[in-house]
């Protein structure tokens, strides 16, 4: 019986410092996430001076409420309807975005000094939109994007957002829970800090109907792309062919239903307006939202002009198609699982 309760000694010396072993790595883990969540970015700096030429100023309004549509996110939640609607509602923040990764709530960006942005200088204003790097140097989640957009448009939205009357609302913080906190320690890099594949930056862009200010519109503006393409809702990264849909988003308002962006590539068989002529996407865009729990941002798209609708129709058509199939637009949550 002597060697068994000797080896049975040694398997539990073993199982010891296994544990120890484990014990120290999952500190170590923990740690690093703790210190690295709220690492800070260098990025290049921006020279910009807002400007208040009416013109310029009145660009920036048409963007942050029709293709940009900053005021579908920067508004609370309740609000969306009136925005749908066509009220201009302060944009004081506090849209709640419940990911797999934590709570996220959209930032007050009225002038308010201490509630909004009203303290930010014009070039933070504009890094955290070209670079995604905020004023205190964390990366923002990629929501927006509008890191390639041209240099005169960019100036057309800071000098619009710096006409926007202070509103004082507090919004909450975001929330991130265990696996937010890895995503932000190890994986999160702000977008505009990533070189491959960018395009050069416009000095201006001049709209009008073409295929190229199309393509500007739905990549670097309207965010077609960001919804349209399957990603990883964790970290946000592209998963899939562009345009060919399959995001699964949760539903607006109503979290029992998924929402599934549908293929707007051209593909004949799989691509949902291989159909529609041009005069059908334009009346399809000036009728808005027909689903109320779908996120994409039918109000202020129906509200672009016709040159701009043109240009994204006719943009479309010369994507790649790719047939892809992402069945039911709109799903149960439940049945995901
Ligand atoms: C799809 C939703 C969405 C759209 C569209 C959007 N934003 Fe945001 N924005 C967010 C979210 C969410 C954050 C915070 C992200 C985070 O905390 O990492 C944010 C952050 C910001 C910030 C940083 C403010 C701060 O206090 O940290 C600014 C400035 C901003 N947005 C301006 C704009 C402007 C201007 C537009 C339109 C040109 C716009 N946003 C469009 C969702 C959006
Ligand atoms: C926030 C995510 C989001 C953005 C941004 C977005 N979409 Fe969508 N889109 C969806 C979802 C989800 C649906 C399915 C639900 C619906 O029809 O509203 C959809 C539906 C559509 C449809 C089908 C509508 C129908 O009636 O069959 C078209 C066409 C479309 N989107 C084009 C676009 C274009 C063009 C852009 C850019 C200008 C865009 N989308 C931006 C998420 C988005």
Redesign the pocket.
């Given at each position: 019986m002597k060697p068994k309760t000797l080896s049975m000694k040694k398997f539990i010396r073993v199982l010891k410092w296994v544990g120890i072993v484990v014990a120290l790595l999952v500190i170590g883990l923990l740690v690093a996430v703790y210190t690295l969540k709220d690492r800070t970015f260098e990025s290049p700096a921006i020279d910009i001076k807002a400007s208040t030429d009416s013109s310029v100023i009145a660009r920036g309004k048409y963007l942050a409420n029709g293709?940009a549509h900053c005021a579908h996110c920067h508004v609370p939640n309740d609000k969306m309807a009136m925005v749908d609607e066509g009220q201009i509602i302060p944009m004081s923040g506090g849209r709640l975005f419940e990911l797999p990764i934590g709570n996220i709530y959209t930032p007050n960006i009225t002038s308010d000094k201490e509630t909004g942005i009203g303290a930010w200088s014009d070039a933070e204003i504009a890094r955290v939109l070209r670079y995604g790097v905020k004023n205190n140097g964390h990366a923002l989640f990629p929501f927006m994007p509008f890191y390639d957009i041209a240099e005169s448009d960019l100036l057309a939205i800071v000098s619009y957002l710096r006409t926007l009357a202070p509103v004082k609302n507090k919004v909450q913080d975001n929330e991130f829970n265990f696996m937010g906190n890895v995503v932000r320690a190890f994986i999160m890099k702000p977008e505009g800090l990533k070189t491959e594949n960018r395009p050069k930056i416009l000095a201006t862009i001049n709209p009008d109907s073409s295929t190229e200010y199309g393509s500007y519109?739905?990549k670097y503006v309207?965010?077609?792309v960001?919804?349209?393409t399957d990603r990883d809702l964790k970290t946000g990264e592209f998963t899939g062919p562009a345009f060919a849909g399959g995001f699964k988003?949760p539903g607006e308002g109503n979290p029992d239903v998924t929402?599934?962006?549908?293929n707007?590539t051209p593909d004949a068989e799989t691509g949902?307006?291989h159909s529609w002529s041009e005069e059908m996407?334009i009346k399809?865009f000036r009728a808005g939202?027909?689903?109320k729990e779908?996120?994409?941002?039918?109000g202020p798209?129906s509200r672009m002009s016709d040159m701009e609708l043109k240009a994204?129709y006719r943009f479309?058509q010369t994507v790649k198609p790719v047939n892809q199939n992402n069945g039911p637009?709109m799903v149960k949550t439940a049945d995901l699982k």
């Amino acid at each position: 019986m002597k060697p068994k309760t000797l080896s049975m000694k040694k398997f539990i010396r073993v199982l010891k410092w296994v544990g120890i072993v484990v014990a120290l790595l999952v500190i170590g883990l923990l740690v690093a996430v703790y210190t690295l969540k709220d690492r800070t970015f260098e990025s290049p700096a921006i020279d910009i001076k807002a400007s208040t030429d009416s013109s310029v100023i009145a660009r920036g309004k048409y963007l942050a409420n029709g293709p940009a549509h900053c005021a579908h996110c920067h508004v609370p939640n309740d609000k969306m309807a009136m925005v749908d609607e066509g009220q201009i509602i302060p944009m004081s923040g506090g849209r709640l975005f419940e990911l797999p990764i934590g709570n996220i709530y959209t930032p007050n960006i009225t002038s308010d000094k201490e509630t909004g942005i009203g303290a930010w200088s014009d070039a933070e204003i504009a890094r955290v939109l070209r670079y995604g790097v905020k004023n205190n140097g964390h990366a923002l989640f990629p929501f927006m994007p509008f890191y390639d957009i041209a240099e005169s448009d960019l100036l057309a939205i800071v000098s619009y957002l710096r006409t926007l009357a202070p509103v004082k609302n507090k919004v909450q913080d975001n929330e991130f829970n265990f696996m937010g906190n890895v995503v932000r320690a190890f994986i999160m890099k702000p977008e505009g800090l990533k070189t491959e594949n960018r395009p050069k930056i416009l000095a201006t862009i001049n709209p009008d109907s073409s295929t190229e200010y199309g393509s500007y519109l739905a990549k670097y503006v309207a965010n077609c792309v960001g919804c349209h393409t399957d990603r990883d809702l964790k970290t946000g990264e592209f998963t899939g062919p562009a345009f060919a849909g399959g995001f699964k988003l949760p539903g607006e308002g109503n979290p029992d239903v998924t929402m599934v962006s549908p293929n707007i590539t051209p593909d004949a068989e799989t691509g949902v307006m291989h159909s529609w002529s041009e005069e059908m996407f334009i009346k399809r865009f000036r009728a808005g939202r027909t689903i109320k729990e779908s996120p994409m941002p039918w109000g202020p798209f129906s509200r672009m002009s016709d040159m701009e609708l043109k240009a994204l129709y006719r943009f479309l058509q010369t994507v790649k198609p790719v047939n892809q199939n992402n069945g039911p637009t709109m799903v149960k949550t439940a049945d995901l699982k």
